[in-house]
Nanobody, 115 residues
């Protein structure tokens, strides 16, 4: 079992920045890819960024160049730095961790971009 706890969501104005973090606990030794998904009201949940244990990253086109995913394997934590935020980035953001073929999910943190 893997437990994930996100933090760092909130309200920000368009063009602003926000940083999310997600700490993993439990059976963490074999966690491979970690990532961030989001779900906006009325829309399907989407993968926006993920990062392999070795550091290789992948981004959705909608956030490429604005968001940066990183991880600290020693702290079992994954981060998402979000810059140049737009109202369409408003969503609940979920952290995920792949462990022995099972994708674990955090409880989600709300990000709202509004003036």
């Amino acid at each position: 079992q893997v437990q994930l706890v996100e933090s760092g969501g909130g309200l920000v104005q368009p063009g602003g920045s926000l940083s999310l973090s997600c700490a993993a606990s439990g059976n963490i030794l074999r966690i491979t890819t970690m990532g961030w998904h989001r779900q906006a009201p009325g829309k399907q949940r989407e993968l926006i960024a993920d990062i392999a244990r070795g550091g290789w990253t992948n981004y959705a086109d909608s956030v490429k160049g604005r968001f940066t995913i990183s991880r600290d394997n020693a702290k079992n934590t994954v981060y998402l730095q979000m810059n140049s935020l737009k109202p369409e980035d408003t969503a609940v953001y979920y952290c995920t961790a792949l462990h022995e073929g099972i994708n674990y999910w955090g409880q989600g943190t709300q990000v709202a971009v509004s003036s």
